[in-house]
């Protein structure tokens, strides 16, 4: 490798490393400001070039902006937040209560994704011996949109307090198709440092140290100075 | 913002999606040298810094590099391989003839990701109405680590011929533990410009117009110019 090679890479090392800790699940940071088209499509094409099972790329992309859709998707979320609350332990229901777990109005742009095992019709390569190929698929997309929304800029956050029939008929999305995510979008006024879920003390990050194993799960990896 | 944000913001910008465009599912391309210790921890890190429900981080990582068991699994693989070529019709079996699956032996790091949802105890946030987002966490973590390995100047590649069962073993993983990827990482000779499954004409890529929509399912999307 050239000089000029290893230092493109290592300046290509420093923005990744870079975006992917800056980026946060967003929830209460949303500045209210309307996303640009241009970005919005940037955003949903970085998504879109994803890597898929059998390439069927079998996600979909519902944009949702109607101000009125976006207050009734908040209202069922709310529901769901009252009933997971309710099931809390009391000490774990007061720290919960200062946890905000969407951002559907504020950010005015709301991304479901859904996912279509049909795509690809019956002979999937790759998804024989593991159907949650074709639903990993459509994760990976989210997982770009991420970071893209983060390069961009915005914030984005991932809301999983809804029963998914409502969001399904909320879509139009009849079986087998089925949404597995709606994100929000938005400029912000800043990103937080620290996920909320810390900051709240919710829950402490797990080093990397113990989710590294070598051969087997509980194998400890040697760290080879020559192999470096 | 101020303009050297926005010279900022648009070289990450450029990075990001030079690497989400270039990261390719890599088989044949390694180059069978070893992955150096430091680009693999950076690549193990940023699996790590993905995004969870609760903050679980429920996934492990378990870095396979025994010749041994990298023939062990490649072999198992080539039975897989072997079952979906005798399922296919006669003009897809000679397509699918000339695809490789796998590069288990000539990367020479084997990374399984599993998945563990007892982590997080019993409440875990943002997991009660939809079950399968503690399965999606771990799956961010995939993408954030395809996309360092682009930026590592390594190749990646996700084999899913295998019986998770099988793996589960290969791995000491034992149930509610799920393995969900095996993923190949080594240096590479080159990537590949175009996907493997486009070039030997597998299946096309579908457009991003296609997989766009606006407030439902079919809903066709308006460009705002205003908005951009």
């Known amino acids: 490798m050239s000089h000029s090679d ?8 420093r923005v990744l490393y870079d975006l992917v800790a800056a980026r946060r699940d967003v929830r ?10 241009d970005a919005l499509h940037r955003v949903l094409a970085a998504g879109h070039a994803a890597p898929s099972v ?19 998707f908040a209202e069922h979320v709310a529901g769901c937040r009252a009933d997971f609350a309710a ?5 774990r229901a007061e720290t919960f209560r200062t946890i905000r777990v969407e951002g559907i109005r504020e950010s005015g742009t709301g991304i479901v994704v859904t996912y279509d095992p049909a795509r690809g019709g019956r002979h999937v ?60 979008l938005g400029p912000v006024t800043a990103l937080q440092e620290v996920p909320d879920l810390v900051r709240h003390g919710w829950r402490e990050r797990r080093p990397l140290a113990d989710a590294v ?15 470096r």
Chains 1, 2 share one sequence.
């Open 28 to 37: 209460a940071e949303f500045s209210g400001e309307p996303v640009g088209a």
């Open 125 to 184: 390569l790759g998804r024989r011996t593991v159907d949650d190929t074709g639903l990993f698929s459509a994760v990976l997309a989210i997982q770009n949109m991420w970071l893209a929304a983060t390069a961009e800029g915005l914030g984005m956050g991932w809301v999983s307090f809804y029963e998914e029939e409502f969001l399904a008929r909320f879509v139009g999305a009849a079986p087998p198709v089925r949404p597995i995510a709606w994100l929000c």
């Open 213 to 227: 194993h070598a051969e087997v799960l509980g194998g400890e990896l040697e760290q080879d100075p020559a192999g």
């Open 6 to 13: 290893e230092g493109a890479r290592s300046a290509a090392r």
């Open 54 to 72: 059998g390439n069927t790329m079998p996600w979909d992309f519902v944009v949702v902006r109607d101000p009125a859709r976006l207050r009734a």
């Open 87 to 91: 099931a809390l332990p009391p000490e």
